[in-house]
């Protein structure tokens, strides 16, 4: 069994979906002492983990990107690919200003680009570090009723593919929101396809199809989600979706 982490900002106002830098400095510390970080279909030993930030925002590549490099350490960014700039000047003072319900609004990506640019993507990709994951077009809910999964599903791994010269292997399903079609047109277009549950994995082909992550978010302590009682109750977690097939 192996851990697959999930996490989304730093120094964000919106803590649950957070962590300050300095948790995430000393997280990814304990990690890289106790862990062996993978990237998506990388062999899985005892020690395994997989790291995945969801959403691309800038305070990715501001915060977390240096901290990649100096622990050496793999993560996987998931991308909505609508919301990238090939590049901005736009300094970064102002790119880590605008408070989470302002993001996605009108056309704050372009005024603010709170996103990573592709320049930045792909210096992370050629770095060995970072990996992409196509996060949807649009960053819908996909399970709502007149969703153009084609669009949000395939297109988006298409855009990234040729802005980024990479293979897209990997599928996030965003808000872990899906439905059986969803499903099944990720895992068409994707060999890796990620949701939310709190439970661990036995390969790569997840459980029920669908590879399970643990909220690394809001970190009490840089080892919190390692203590026994919290991995307990992912073994609990892990037995029964293991049990009901999903």
Same mark, same amino acid.
């Given at each position: ?33 106790? #862990? ?48 990238? +700039? ?55 809910? +996909? ?5 153009? *999964? ?22 996030? *399903? ?10 099944? +047109? ?7 396809? #990620? ?15 669908? *590879? ?23 073994? #609990? ?10």
């Amino acid at each position: 069994m192996f851990s697959v982490i999930m996490y989304h900002h730093i120094n964000s106002d919106d803590l649950p979906l957070s962590n300050s830098d300095t948790m995430m400095g000393a997280h990814l510390a304990y990690i890289s002492e106790h #862990f062996t970080t993978l990237f998506p279909g990388d062999p899985i030993t005892s020690d395994s983990i997989c790291l995945t930030f969801d959403d691309a925002y800038y305070d990715f590549y501001h915060y977390v990107f240096p901290l990649l490099k100096k622990y050496k350490l793999k993560a996987l960014l998931a991308v909505p690919s609508a919301y990238i +700039l090939e590049d901005t000047d736009i300094p970064p003072e102002r790119r880590l200003s605008l408070k989470h319900h302002e993001i996605y609004k009108a056309d704050n990506y372009k005024t603010y680009a709170p996103f990573c640019t592709y320049m930045e993507l792909r210096e992370m990709i050629q770095s060995g570090h970072v990996v992409v994951a196509s996060h949807s077009m649009n960053h819908l809910n +996909l399970s709502e009723k007149g969703a153009d *999964l084609e669009n949000e599903i395939f297109s988006s791994k298409v855009a990234l593919e040729e802005n980024l010269g990479v293979r897209v292997e990997s599928f996030v *399903l965003p808000y872990g929101k899906y439905n059986n079609a969803v499903v099944a +047109l990720a895992r068409e277009h994707y060999p890796y396809v #990620f949701r939310i549950g709190n439970a661990f994995n036995s390969s790569w082909e997840g459980i029920g199809g669908l *590879l399970y992550r643990i909220k690394g978010d809001a970190l009490s302590t840089p080892d919190s989600l390692f203590r026994p009682l919290k991995q307990a109750g992912f073994w #609990f977690k892990t037995i029964v979706k293991m049990v009901k097939g999903s």
